[in-house]
């Protein structure tokens, strides 16, 4: 079994930071992709930002320059420092990895339960 806990969301001022960490843990044998998902009120899910095992990272075109993530692959935690934030960044952020749980298992994609970050005066 597999588990993602989200911390660190909350409520922030217009141009105001937040840092989001997830703490992935369970049977985890490699983990290929990790990173942060977004869903506001009436629209999809949408990627944020993530990072593969090797440290390369991919961002949505609308956090570019303000948003970045990070990831321990020792700690199997990932992290998404958050600045500059605009009342469009509000949604309920989702931890996302997508690994193996043992050698033999295909790879697949887990999630957390979801934090909210809201930005507003």
């Known amino acids: 079994q597999v588990q993602l806990l989200e911390s660190g969301g909350g409520l922030v001022q217009p141009g105001g930071s937040l840092r989001l960490s997830c703490v992935i843990s369970?049977?985890?044998?490699?983990?290929?992709?990790m990173g942060w998902y977004r869903q506001a009120p009436g629209n999809q899910r949408e990627l944020v930002a993530t990072?593969?095992?090797?440290?390369?990272?991919n961002y949505a075109a609308s956090v570019i320059g303000r948003f970045f993530v990070s990831g321990d692959n020792v700690r199997d935690t990932v992290n998404l420092q958050m600045n500059n934030l605009k009342p469009e960044d509000t949604a309920v952020y989702f931890c996302n990895a997508e690994l193996q749980s043992n050698s033999l298992s295909q790879f697949r994609d887990y999630w957390g339960q979801g934090i909210q970050v809201t930005v507003s005066s």
């Open positions: 990072i593969t095992n090797g440290r390369i990272p």
């Open positions: 369970g049977s985890i044998y490699r983990i290929k992709v």
